[in-house]
Nanobody, 114 residues
Framework: QVRLVESGGGLVQPGGSLRLSCKAS????????LGWYRQAPGKQRESVGN???????TYIDSVKGRFTISRDNVRRTMYLQMNSLKPEDTARYYC????????WGRGTQVTVSS
């Protein structure tokens, strides 16, 4: 059974940093592309970026240069390093993997506010 568990969210001031983690189980982790998504109140869930099995990353324009996705296949964990955070980054952040069907974690809340 595939399970994804996010952690690392919290309250941070504008300009601050957070590192989110997504711990996976129930799959051959190293084989799959993993993604980070976020959903702000009243908005649709959007992709933040993803990382392939070959460690190739892509990002949406609004986070390029500020966010970095990485993965540790031994620990079966994906990370999202978020720097220079802005109030508009406030959202619940989710990780996602697709194995025939899509699996989501429950998310972790990130709030950027002074």
């Amino acid at each position: 059974q595939v399970r994804l568990v996010e952690s690392g969210g919290g309250l941070v001031q504008p300009g601050g940093s957070l590192r989110l983690s997504c711990k996976a189980s129930g799959l051959n982790f190293r084989l799959y592309t993993l993604g980070w998504y976020r959903q702000a109140p009243g908005k649709q869930r959007e992709s933040v970026g993803n990382i392939t099995s070959g460690h190739i990353t892509t990002y949406i324009d609004s986070v390029k240069g500020r966010f970095t996705i990485s993965r540790d296949n031994v620990r079966r964990t994906m990370y999202l390093q978020m720097n220079s955070l802005k109030p508009e980054d406030t959202a619940r952040y989710y990780c996602r993997v697709e194995l025939g069907r899509v699996f989501w974690g429950r998310g972790t809340q990130v709030t950027v506010s002074s």
